[in-house]
């Protein structure tokens, strides 16, 4: 009984199932439990009370009462084992407390010496450098995904004795060690993600067995303390290192690492052994002189940078490894130490709290890396998605999978948001996100049930458990048209962004800052404005790239044409360029939405009527300078913002007033712009861009969680008065009511049981198409375009950044080719699929008229 009830209690949601308590029966509650030597203390979200074993009876649902069976079969049910929610009694005994400070210390300890260089880190790479140990961690990773999926299927939760799952995890983890090692060469930050990522497993190991009958804040005080010290060792030890042996960040130093890199230079062109010198070395190599093609210059150049990005890593490892430290401190101090998991809103409030810090941190780590030459962007995004990995896990198994459904279902935020999440939409970007998995999954879970079934401890009907069943009964009633559909517009959007924003833009403004060097310093200050907002009126361009170029071209032609203190002067001067430029763009995309707003069709398009719509005016129609009215007109996105100021119609000079804080964004972007012009005069330039991109990518952040928090706040203020209906809405909402039909009519056609199988055909071919080629362009991204941005020049060659002339050379031959062909491919069956719902539903339209058309 007990286990059954710990089970319910971690499982399944609110009134699941039926508790006896003395006798009566009484719906189960939100709650989180703890045992104790006399009994278990159930505290319910709100209240607590103590209720004796004997005094329980669990009447479970179909799940619980499996896990009951296999129970009586005498198999230890895992959940059992790992009992987070639980609060223990004891404290830490001095034993308990040096083998959390050894647990932290050992993956740190050879962090430090076998993938740094105070250890022996260039020996390990150049080790695993060969391609034949690239193919052997190929191969370990398959094995271990064989591996865990023989696990899965054959329950592994649920084998008998806790020795027996011991014996079985050992090969997968083996194998997967092997495999982070053995990609060194092609992923440097695995080996070092690996060996960090032990510290959090082993702690919630022993959180979950050894250690869950100590107190939860003595167990996370003395985490906090143990990744403090460890990270303040590995921090002090670094900069001892670096001073003491004469190994800062310079050219020397560079130098010295590449030289010992010789096995990862010989290995990381699959053409033929690369030279540092010759090929790499940024003002030594010969890589123009030499009679070779510009494809295979830009491949080089790339291997250079590849190869670089593993001394680099490893230089920098202590540092990566002591953040990583501080954070799990930071982390274990606020949600250990100082949370009360039983206070609902507190938990929301924290939890939200540390997820925007981890933002702030990785994006500017991420962002740092944006101007520079190393390829390191997915070394940081590797360590995000760690760390949110991480989070989620805590998340669930120390607060407890039922308390945070009762937090959801309780909170006001939540509450509001709900629907939201159980849109179409969010729905299309889950799906987008895990895509092939999904059927991989319900494949394999109909094996795990088959497996139950022959050990006869499920003869539930269905195809899958009932937990996967309850998953596929709820994906059943989704419009799967309406998803598939809108991950299509998902796909197309992110390439708008990631290619034709990121790529072409940049393009135009390098050619900008090229075509603008030769003319008068008046005549150039005309044309970057006229220039940028000319940038600015088009919907899909974001200011940020406008600034850079701003700073770019203004700054430069300052420092030649206006004596000594003419790149400060210019500075000064792009600042204020870039700022009328926005201020004179909002009043042109004010006018745009203006005369749009007139017609209806433009107001329904973005809801006026709508609760959102309402907060968002309500904020905006504010006087001054308020908070949420600063944040969402800087923290938007910079076209659709100001078109919606104009057709809500708003008082211009607010608006303007409203925008006037945007120099405090702007204004880090054309520092960087600045400092990039002037970046090969010194390592220094090149830092201070770095940090202003940072500066810039932390403050448009904090405007846009701003803005979304003071809408919401808002909305639970104001939600009765805003769903309140107005006159100047009556048109809208008639035209809304006269679409209700067709809207109808339309879901009607488009349900997919009601589809050919040549109409499912078209739309999966066009989703698969959209993801193959959206999985290219990102995981790929090296493959398919060359790396280019605003400050390099069209004309220089590939080695240094350049296009060699041509902006075409952007697409690398043959994937970039392959991804674009997939797309389009992908743009012309979404259309085709479009066309096609259209017309049908048109036509049955035509024979099944709105009632009030026929009357």
């Avoid at 034949?132 to 299927?153: E, H, I, W």
């Avoid at 002067?569 to 870039?578: E, N, S």
Wanted: glycine share 8%; charged share 15%; aromatic share 10%.
């Amino acid at each position: 009984q007990a286990l059954g009830l710990w089970r319910s209690l971690g499982a399944e949601p609110p009134g699941a199932g039926l508790m006896m308590v003395q006798g009566k029966p009484t719906q189960q509650p939100s709650i989180n439990a703890s045992g104790g030597k006399d009994g278990l203390d159930v505290t319910v979200i709100g209240q607590q009370a103590q209720v004796e074993k004997d005094e329980i009876k669990q009447v479970m649902p179909e799940e619980d009462a499996e896990a009951e069976k296999r129970n009586g079969q005498g198999n230890q049910s895992v959940v059992a084992v790992f009992s987070w929610t639980e609060d223990g009694t004891g404290e830490l005994s001095l034993a308990q407390s040096l083998l959390i400070l050894v647990t932290c210390l050992v993956p740190n300890l050879a962090a430090v010496m076998l993938l740094s260089d105070i250890g022996v880190g260039i020996q390990v790479y150049n080790a695993v450098a060969p391609t034949t140990m690239s193919l052997g961690g190929d191969l370990a990773v398959f094995l271990a995904a064989l591996c865990m999926t023989l696990l899965y299927v054959s329950d592994w939760f649920y084998y008998k004795t806790v020795c027996m799952r011991v014996i079985t995890a050992v090969p997968p983890v083996v194998l997967i060690t092997m495999g982070a090692f053995l990609k060194g060469r092609k992923y440097p930050w695995a080996p070092l993600l690996f060996v960090l990522f032990l510290i959090p497993l082993a702690l919630g190991v022993y959180r979950g067995t050894s250690l869950r009958n100590s107190k939860r804040k003595s167990f996370y005080t003395c985490v906090s303390i143990s990744t403090a010290l460890c990270g303040l060792i590995i921090v002090l030890g670094f900069v001892a290192w670096v001073f003491a042996s004469e190994h800062q960040w310079t050219r020397q130093t560079k130098d010295d690492l590449a030289a010992r890199s010789t096995t990862i230079y010989e290995y990381v062109y699959t053409e033929h052994a690369l030279n540092y010198t010759l090929h790499c070395h940024p003002d030594k190599n010969l890589l123009d002189e030499l009679s070779i093609d510009k494809d295979a210059k830009g491949d080089i150049t790339t291997a250079c940078r590849k190869a670089a990005s593993v001394w680099f890593l490893v230089w920098i490892s202590p540092v990566v490894a002591s953040i990583c430290n501080f954070v799990i401190a930071v982390f274990c101090f606020m949600h250990g130490v100082t949370l009360n998991t039983k206070e609902s809103d507190s938990l929301a409030r924290a939890l939200k709290q540390f997820i925007i810090c981890l933002v702030f941190l990785f994006g500017g780590m991420y962002c740092s890396t944006y101007f520079t030459s190393l390829a390191l962007s997915s070394t940081f995004m590797a360590f995000f998605a760690a760390a949110l990995c991480v989070l989620s896990v805590w998340t669930v198994m120390e607060v407890g999978g039922q308390a945070l459904k009762t937090m959801a279902q309780g909170h006001k935020h939540a509450k509001m948001l709900a629907p939201a999440f159980r849109s179409d939409w969010v729905r299309a970007i889950f799906v987008g996100a895990v895509n092939v998995l999904i059927p991989i999954f319900f494949f394999l879970n109909s094996l795990n049930k088959s497996v139950r079934r022959m050990r006869g401890t499920d003869d539930s009907p269905g195809r899958y458990t009932p937990r996967a069943q309850r998953l596929a009964d709820e994906a059943s009633t989704w419009n799967w048209c309406s998803i598939l559909t809108k991950v299509a517009i998902l796909g197309e959007l992110f390439f708008m962004l990631q290619v034709g924003v990121a790529k072409v833009t940049y393009i135009v403004l390098s050619w900008l800052c090229e075509f603008l060097a030769d003319f008068e310093f008046g005549i150039v200050l005309f044309l970057v404005f006229a220039v940028g907002f000319g940038m600015f009126m088009l919907p899909p361009v974001p200011g940020v790239p406008v600034y850079i170029f701003s700073g770019i071209v203004i700054a430069d032609q300052a420092r030649r044409n206006l004596g000594d203190n003419g790149f400060a002067m210019g500075v000064a001067i792009a600042v204020a360029v870039g700022f009328f430029n926005k201020l004179l763009a909002c009043l042109g995309q004010y006018c745009i939405g203006y005369f749009l707003g007139k017609k209806v069709s433009v107001q329904q398009l973005i809801a006026v009527d709508s609760v959102p719509t309402k907060a968002i005016e309500m904020i905006l129609k504010r006087p001054g300078l308020g908070i949420g009215k600063v944040a969402i007109l800087i923290g938007g996105p910079d076209w659709p913002t100001s078109v919606t100021c104009g057709i809500l119609q708003l008082n211009i000079p607010q608006m303007l007033l409203g925008t006037l804080p945007v120099i405090f964004i702007l204004s880090p972007c054309v520092f960087a712009g600045a400092f990039i012009s002037r970046q090969g005069e010194d390592d220094m330039w090149m830092t201070m861009a770095n940090v202003a991109t940072v500066c810039a990518a932390v403050g448009q952040i904090v405007a846009g969680l701003t803005a979304a928090v003071c809408t919401v706040k808002t909305i639970q203020d104001h939600e009765d008065e805003l769903r309140k209906p107005r006159p100047e809405h009556q048109a809208v909402a008639e035209l809304t009511k006269k679409g209700e039909h067709a809207r109808g009519i339309f879901i009607q056609v488009t349900t997919w049981s009601n589809l050919s199988f040549f109409d499912k055909g078209v739309l999966l071919m066009c989703v698969v198409f959209h993801l193959i080629a959206g999985f290219m362009f990102v995981m790929m991204a090296e493959a398919c375009f060359l790396d280019f941005s605003v400050d390099k020049s069209i004309g220089a060659p590939v080695s240094e950044g350049g296009l060699g002339g041509d902006p075409m050379e952007i697409i690398v031959r043959p994937w970039g080719y392959i991804a674009l062909f997939l797309f389009f491919v992908a743009v012309v069956l979404h259309i085709l699929h479009c066309c096609t719902m259209k017309q049908r539903a048109k036509s049955k339209l035509k024979y099944n008229p709105r009632p009030a058309d026929v009357e």
